[in-house]
């Protein structure tokens, strides 16, 4: 049985769609869009909870071809993330790809082609496979005992229940980017509230400005100023994590600003010296990601909020036991952020050329990815939530470099009249001994002060090897340029179906250039 589609993409979140919409160009018109969730918008569909926003600036987190001009805010709140999504899908018309509440438990590499399994029982085959199942996709219930036995509500970040915490005695655990939302929103309602703080963050000032009306207007007249606005953000963005956090080794000054910054908004709103202290966070400034609020630390100036910073003994039926005392409460929320390297990398069971197993490949011979995309033994596999993919504060840096890596890979394969392709283990090989030596001689995650930041940045080996330790614009000329040579290209087996693919479209710089076509 030949494949049925083009592609089949597991994930309806921007990763997806920017998947879909790359492909389409392409001329794959025939896609399959699974997602176990009942719409589209990954993380910004699922994620519901009180104070949700975009924790970089909104300009920066968007398509950079599909701006959009109606931002509210300087940091868009969650639903306007979601209406993007919605609309984004509707103008490159992906709904009609789109198959919600379908989880996908394996894949298969068959002869030329992939067999994807759905958790209903189904097999569905195309000649390509996209994973885009996102790098926080699986959520983190905390390993500790008794949590099972409380008998009040609890409430999950990404599971968000609308329950009424008037008056309520409330606990959250976590104090990560999502917390630092959540928290001064709690902070209005409960009647007490206690947050369990396992590390605390570095949390710089928000300028969280409404954008006006004009301003809005003038962004939808005359696209090149809402374009030179994203510039200005991602200049910041790019200051703040890449040159301060990748190139740390240069560029140590820049780190230590961005922390003397992040102190003197600590000294700003918190008055006493001991809660200054355990809000302030041991480790270096990016061993962990950092975020922007201007009300976190002003909520635990309030009297009805305590930090607790002692290590959870055990949960009972009515409370949370410490070694400093027992706290009664009414709700548990678990801001706890999500399981990456366990339970993510993959998400589900992915076997490739010779049975090999991509999940147990990666825990036995190190976290690795071609480009944060291809990897050798799994042919026409395209992984995009990878390790070394991540670039940059914004996920739409990381998608679009994606996206251009796509084009440049499928332009030569059709050149070639291929339609398989698979890296060589050479180029992967050297581009993991690159990644590691960059990490190793330059980042902090090398040489600052990581270890005690229980950052999700690092997998369980102890590696940093999430984030993709370049520039960002390294990253997207590696993206347009990686020689040709790095991947092999094999037609279509004898009786399999042909994949039509129509470049007509293209315009002249998604062609490949004349040197790389040997």
Known sequence: MGPRYDAVIVGAGFGGMGAAIQLKRLGHDDLLILDREDDLGGTWHVNRYPGLAVDIPSSTYSYSFEPNPHWSRLFAPGEELKRYAEHVARKYDLRRSMRFGTAVTGAAWHEDHWRVTTDDGETVTARYLVTATGFLSQPRTPDIAGIGTFQGKVIHT??????????????????????????PELAKTAAALTVYQRTPIWVSPKPDYRVPRPLRRLFAALPVVQRAVRLVGSTILEMMMISGVVHYKQLRVVNRIAERWCRAHLRRQVSDPELRRKLTPDYSFGCKRPTFSNDYFRAFTQPHVHLETATIDHVDATGIVTAGGRTDIDVLVLA???????????????????????GAWWRQHRFQAYEGMTVPGFPNLLSLNSPYAYSGLSYFTTIECQMKHVRRLFTAMHDRGAAVFEVTQQANDEFLGRMRKKVAENSVFSLGQCSTAHSYYFNQ????????????????????????????????????????????ALGPEQGVREGDRA
């Open 158 to 183: 990404a599971a968000w229940d609308s329950v009424n915490l008037t008056g309520k005695r409330v606990a959250i655990i976590g104090t990560g980017a999502t917390a630092v939302q959540l928290i």
């Open 336 to 358: 706890t952020g999500f399981n990456l390297w366990d339970t993510n990398f993959p998400a589900f069971e992915i076997i490739g050329r010779d049975g090999k197993d991509l």
């Open 461 to 504: 080996h102890g590696e940093a090897t999430l984030l993709r330790p370049t520039s960002t614009i390294d990253a997207h000329r590696a993206a347009g340029r990686f020689p040709l040579a790095h991947y092999n290209f094999a037609p279509i087996q004898a009786g399999s179906e042909p994949v039509q693919a129509v470049r007509g």
